[in-house]
């Protein structure tokens, strides 16, 4: 029985103010853009959305990542309105403004990277990421990148190739982008690699010397929340220094304080050259970035890298009240308390249902495997869609992940009260009732 304080669920979903909604998206938005929820938002704050017929739903999905300090945190939103009442845009490059080096500034100055350090700001995730990729080439003057099994970089040409997964994201989008390669990656739950087998698969596939950069997920992301072993990131530094090529960390949705430091490859004790950011920093506004050394970042020749709307006034206002918030609220520290306290429900569930084949993560970035069987460990992709589906039904929303679509992970918002998370996590043990009847 679920005790209901922060969820209701009083119509069908979706309900008739919804659906009335929904059959117009049908017949005016392109068909690709599918939605995962049965709903049409009509507010939202902190870790709570409610739809336009009334229902309530916990979010641990955080608009895929994006809500670190919550939904309309109220520093965000005064920060915003101040903004409006000054201007709204001008193009960096043409009329330059602070918010954008005070940005820069703060940004540097949470990196764990010793000597000088820069930072440049643009839209998305795939946009930092293909900056960072621009970056590197035009400072080792080489061509190739090297990239992971498993990794999700984003949909532009370039992202789209260096991601893993076919399909949907690259399925009849080719050709890709040359000179990507992909290494295999330490899937701990799967199957173990050793780091000469790694650089066995580097030299087997480009000549090192023709490599620019190796772009990492610290943790991975969109392939299933797998957790690098101790030894891979130092290790990965390793090879770079040994061939010279830019490390580059894609912490676009492990970064701004998710798995309790500000960086996840904090946790590993490494310095990369570059980082990507995006999700989280902007609390919802488009932004994105790359921060890293100084005289990497500082390589492309003049007006090389930009863009219209590229670290817009209103985005950099917001996320300056993002890292002062997770700063002076303690978020890094509350990021831990959450993904325990979730870690310790998904521990329990695992307890009560031999499905659930591996319990993961660090800090806020928590996953569960689903599987067919312990044996086997076969994904079970359909189960995983049944128990996210039923829970979204009854009011709490869990994103999904992996090659094999059978993670269910949480990227909630670190303000979430351990009351939600506990009411979410009822809902949660109910869709596994229910989805394995
Ligand atoms: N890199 C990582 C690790 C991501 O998780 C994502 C998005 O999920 C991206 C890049 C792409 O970001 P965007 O969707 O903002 O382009």
Avoid at 160 to 181: L, N, S
Wanted: charged share 25%.
């Amino acid at each position: 029985m679920i005790e209901r304080r922060f969820t209701r669920i009083q119509t069908e979903l979706p309900g008739p103010e919804s659906a009335k909604v929904f059959a117009t998206k049908a017949q005016y938005v392109a068909a690709p853009l599918e939605t995962y929820a049965p709903f049409i938002v009509k507010q939202s704050e902190g870790a709570i959305i409610e739809d336009l017929d009334g229902n309530k739903f916990l979010d641990f999905s955080g608009g895929w990542g994006c809500l670190a300090v919550g939904q309309r945190n109220h520093r965000v939103v005064d920060a915003l309105k101040d903004q409006i009442d000054g201007y709204l845009h001008t193009d960096f490059t043409a009329v330059p403004y602070a918010p954008f080096i005070e940005l820069a500034e703060i940004l540097c100055q949470h990196t764990a990277i010793e000597g000088s350090v820069k930072a440049a700001f643009f839209n998305s995730g795939a946009e930092a990421v293909e900056n960072a990729v621009k970056i590197a080439r035009a400072y080792t003057k080489r061509k190739s990148v090297l990239v992971f099994e498993n990794a999700f970089h984003g949909r532009t040409l370039l992202a789209m190739t260096m991601t893993h997964k076919a399909k949907p994201y690259k399925y009849g989008f080719g050709p890709f982008a040359p000179d990507v390669y992909r290494l295999p990656y330490p899937y701990e739950y799967r199957k173990t690699i050793t780091a000469d087998e790694i650089e066995q698969s580097l030299l087997s596939l480009v000549d090192p010397s023709e490599v620019a950069a190796m772009v990492v997920e610290p943790i991975i992301g969109e392939g299933g929340f797998l957790v690098p072993p101790a030894w891979f990131l130092p290790a990965m530094r390793e090879l770079a220094d040994k061939y010279g090529f830019v490390l580059v960390m894609d912490e676009v949705q492990s970064g701004i304080g998710r798995t309790g430091k500000f960086f996840a490859y904090e946790h590993f004790n490494i310095e990369p050259d570059l980082i990507c950011v995006a999700k989280s920093l902007g609390s919802g506004l488009p932004l994105s970035g790359v921060v890293g050394k100084a005289e990497i970042m500082d390589s492309p020749v003049g007006s090389a890298i930009g863009g219209t709307y590229a670290g817009n006034p209103l985005a950099c206002r917001a996320a300056i009240e993002v890292i002062k918030t997770l700063d002076e609220e303690n978020l890094l520290e509350r990021a831990e308390h959450v993904g325990n306290r979730i870690k310790d429900h998904f521990n329990r569930l695992a307890e009560r249902f031999d499905v659930i084949g591996d319990v993961r993560g660090i800090g806020a970035m928590v996953g569960m495997e689903i599987i067919k069987d312990r044996d086997s460990k076969t994904p079970d992709k359909e189960l995983t869609g049944k128990v996210a589906g039923t829970a979204l039904r009854n009011g709490a929303i869990f994103p999904t992940a992996g090659l094999s679509g059978n993670v269910l992970r949480v990227l909630v918002p670190l303000v979430i009260t351990d009351e939600q998370i506990d009411e979410g996590m009822c809902i949660l043990e109910d869709a596994f009732e229910q989805a394995l009847q």
